[in-house]
């Protein structure tokens, strides 16, 4: 079965600077990567997704980068803000199944 | 749009009861729904496959005689944990697809 693996598990930047986190798949049939951030006691939220046709996708502050040959893909935050403090998990998926691979979360903490 | 409700929100049982959670989707139909299973601070860990019409798919190691799962129409999914212990507590959470995934709001389970 698939196996994602996700890192940092913690990451604390300053306001205003980047983040990036980043992910790792061994299934080379999935083709499906999205990543949900998550406050406490709440439910993950998609905030982006990349099919593997594409190797970038980008909405406003977040963009996702996917390099198939190397399976591994990285979701990127610039000029954070103190919001922006959650858990943040990517999965990847074969969309004939429509199930989704979690990997472990990252904890980004925004210090203002 | 691709709203995902869950019931209840959180529930108090002793142990030996069996408890009922509803997830369902509100303004989509849904085909496939998902349960999952976390625990503080981890990942989200998939327990099941819920298809409308058919029997559910059970991840390895997650017992279906005690986590008992009906996809009884296109927009409800229902989990049944039966005869509960203290180490079934945890957060529950289901997500419907369409397109991806969108996950409830979660209900968590305390076995007394």
């Known amino acids: 079965g698939e196996n994602v693996e996700q890192h940092p598990s913690t990451l604390s930047v300053q306001e205003g600077d980047s983040a990036v986190i980043k992910c790792t798949y061994s299934d080379s049939a999935s083709n499906y990567f999205p990543w949900y951030k998550q406050e406490l006691g709440k439910r993950p939220q998609l905030i982006i997704d990349i099919r593997s046709n594409v190797g970038e996708k980008k909405d406003q502050r977040i963009a996702v980068t996917l390099n198939k040959t190397a399976k591994h893909f990285s979701l990127h935050i610039t000029e954070t803000q103190p919001e922006d403090s959650a858990v943040y998990f990517c999965a990847a998926s074969e969309s004939r199944f429509n199930k989704f691979y979690f990997g472990s979360g990252t904890k980004l903490n925004v210090k203002p | 749009g691709a709203v995902v409700s869950q019931h209840p929100s959180w529930v108090i049982c002793k142990s030996g009861t069996s408890v009922k959670i509803e997830c369902r989707s509100l303004?989509?139909?849904?085909?496939?729904m998902f349960w999952y299973r976390q625990f503080p601070k981890q990942s989200l860990m998939l327990m099941a496959t819920s298809n409308e019409g058919s029997k559910a798919t059970y991840e390895q190691g997650v017992e279906k005689d005690k986590f008992l799962i009906n996809h009884a129409s296109l927009t409800l999914s229902t989990l049944t944990v039966t005869s509960a212990h203290p180490e079934d507590s945890s957060f529950y959470i289901c997500?419907?697809?369409?397109?991806?995934?969108?996950f409830g709001p979660g209900t968590r389970l305390l076995v007394l």
């Open positions: 303004d989509f139909q849904a085909t496939t």
């Open positions: 997500s419907a697809y369409m397109e991806t995934q969108y």
